[in-house]
């Protein structure tokens, strides 16, 4: 069974950082991608960013510049720095297990496969 366990979010305020940290158990294949959905309420899940076997990062369009995603391949963990927060960032963040990054920070996308119970981030002053 694959478990993901994230951490690191909390309460911040507007252009404060958070930096969020997954732990996958029990998949430890380097040759799948590691990404970051989150949700809203009321809202449909949106790809925040995803990270390929060789290192390729993708961003959904308003993070960008904003967000960077990195994966420790030897202690089968995934992080998301996030700097300058917005209150439009509000969300509960997940990290997933994919086959790779194709789709993933795009509009509608269909699958985010695995993932845990994720981290709640809030941005408000």
């Known amino acids: 069974q694959v478990q993901l366990v994230e951490s690191g979010g909390g309460l911040v305020q507007p252009g404060e950082s958070l930096r969020l940290s997954c732990v996958i158990r029990?998949?430890?294949?380097?040759?799948?991608?590691r990404g970051w959905f989150r949700q809203a309420p009321g809202k449909e899940p949106e790809g925040v960013s995803c990270?390929?076997?060789?290192?390729?990062?993708s961003y959904r369009e308003s993070v960008k510049g904003r967000f960077a995603i990195s994966r420790d391949n030897a202690k089968n963990t995934v992080y998301l720095q996030m700097n300058s927060l917005k209150p439009e960032d509000t969300a509960v963040y997940y990290c997933?297990?994919?086959?790779?990054?194709?789709?993933?920070?795009?509009?509608?996308?269909?699958?985010?496969?695995?993932w845990g119970q994720g981290t709640q981030v809030t941005v408000s002053s």
């Open positions: 997933s297990v994919v086959a790779d990054c194709s789709g993933y920070v795009l509009e509608g996308y269909p699958n985010y496969d695995h």
């Open positions: 029990g998949f430890n294949s380097a040759n799948f991608a």
């Open positions: 990270i390929n076997s060789d290192g390729l990062t």
